[in-house]
């Protein structure tokens, strides 16, 4: 069933779980995300980015909003890392029940203004809103943010930051970064950060950059001829320990497409004489269902539809 964001992350804030929030990009993906909420009866969110928009358009979304309103389990659509107050009303008007604006690389006061306007349109055509304030480092997307560039998000900032603007949950900076290489070792996650964010704030928080990019998963890839570097992943203790002190929505992309990656090069080192994209695509999809569930496994989601 199709519901807004709010209607799936107020209940997993005071509940003390989190819900994926997968990133997607055409119909397999959209299905494995899918697939894995309903056999687990979980929530969760579907998130096109305005890359993935480009890339897929109007029949992307047409896809994905006809999956959420056929399934039995809670989905919400996402428009993710949202640049502008047009990008935001082009996704609701695109039929969109969460929208994100990310101002977060401005000034604190334009940055809520320009959240406040957001805000002021969703809110009008029942569609709930998340925001950002600090900045995480890595790349994704449009989004480039050099480790000096990063910082993390000041508690007292964001109170008044919510108070300012409305939004209906809180993306905050506590350590994660985007894509695939997080730094040497495990990275740092700032839980007493997320503590005394959680304290000021009694709406949702989120974790944006939180893919694992488990090891066996990485070992897959490289050794059906992939190549990758130094990857790491935000630990599972970690996001555990987050979702009992505020982070609801935790975002996930990079643990989808490396999945992706590494069903087709099987498929096709397995059998290289093959070219029906049924059976290229198809493990790909199977596999990528499989690092949903144990996401969801990770986050405590199961059973909450």
């Known amino acids: 069933m199709l519901v807004t964001g709010s209607e799936i992350l107020v209940p997993a804030r005071e509940g003390k779980y989190g819900v994926g929030s997968f990133n997607t990009n055409n119909m397999e993906i959209t299905q494995a995300i899918v697939t894995a909420a309903e056999k687990l009866r979980s929530p969760v969110m579907l998130q096109i980015s305005e890359g993935a928009l480009k890339y897929g358009g109007k029949d992307l979304v047409n896809i994905t909003i006809d999956l959420a309103t056929r399934a039995t389990v809670p989905v919400a659509i996402h428009l993710d890392h949202?640049?502008?107050?047009?990008?935001?009303?082009?996704?609701?008007?695109?039929?969109?029940?969460?929208?994100?604006?990310?101002?977060?690389?401005?000034?604190?006061?334009?940055?809520?203004?320009?959240?406040?306007?957001?805000?002021?349109?969703?809110?009008?055509?029942?569609?709930?809103?998340?925001?950002?304030?600090?900045?995480?480092?890595?790349?994704?997307?449009?989004?480039?943010?050099?480790?000096?560039?990063?910082?993390?998000?000041?508690?007292?900032?964001?109170?008044?930051?919510?108070?300012?603007?409305?939004?209906?949950?809180?993306?905050?900076?506590?350590?994660?970064?985007?894509?695939?290489?997080?730094?040497?070792?495990?990275?740092?996650?700032?839980?007493?950060?997320?503590?005394?964010?959680?304290?000021?704030?009694?709406?949702?928080?989120?974790?944006?950059?939180?893919?694992?990019?488990?090891?066996?998963?990485?070992?897959?890839?490289?050794?059906?001829?992939?190549?990758?570097?130094?990857?790491?992943?935000?630990?599972?203790?970690?996001?555990?320990?987050?979702?009992?002190?505020?982070?609801?929505?935790?975002?996930?992309d990079t643990d989808l497409r490396l999945a992706m990656t590494v069903g087709i090069r099987e498929a096709l080192q397995k059998n290289p004489k093959e070219f029906d994209p049924r059976k290229i695509i198809g493990p790909a999809r199977d596999l990528m269902t499989e690092m949903v569930e144990l996401k969801m496994r990770v986050l405590g989601s199961v059973g909450k539809a």
Do not use: W
Not at 153 to 179: K, M, W
Not at 231 to 241: M, S, T, V
């Open 82 to 252: 949202g640049s502008s107050y047009e990008s935001a009303l082009r996704a609701i008007r695109l039929g969109f029940t969460s929208v994100m604006i990310d101002a977060s690389h401005h000034p604190f006061e334009e940055n809520a203004h320009e959240t406040r306007r957001v805000v002021e349109a969703a809110h009008a055509m029942g569609v709930t809103v998340e925001a950002e304030i600090g900045r995480l480092g890595g790349v994704e997307e449009h989004i480039e943010v050099s480790e000096e560039d990063a910082f993390l998000t000041n508690p007292e900032e964001a109170q008044r930051f919510v108070e300012a603007t409305g939004c209906d949950y809180l993306a905050i900076a506590i350590g994660t970064s985007h894509g695939a290489y997080k730094g040497k070792g495990r990275p740092f996650i700032d839980h007493a950060r997320i503590e005394k964010v959680a304290s000021l704030l009694p709406i949702p928080l989120v974790a944006h950059g939180s893919s694992g990019v488990p090891a066996s998963i990485v070992e897959r890839l490289r050794a059906a001829g992939g190549e990758i570097g130094d990857a790491q992943g935000i630990a599972d203790e970690d996001l555990q320990r987050a979702t009992q002190h505020g982070i609801a929505k935790v975002n996930v």
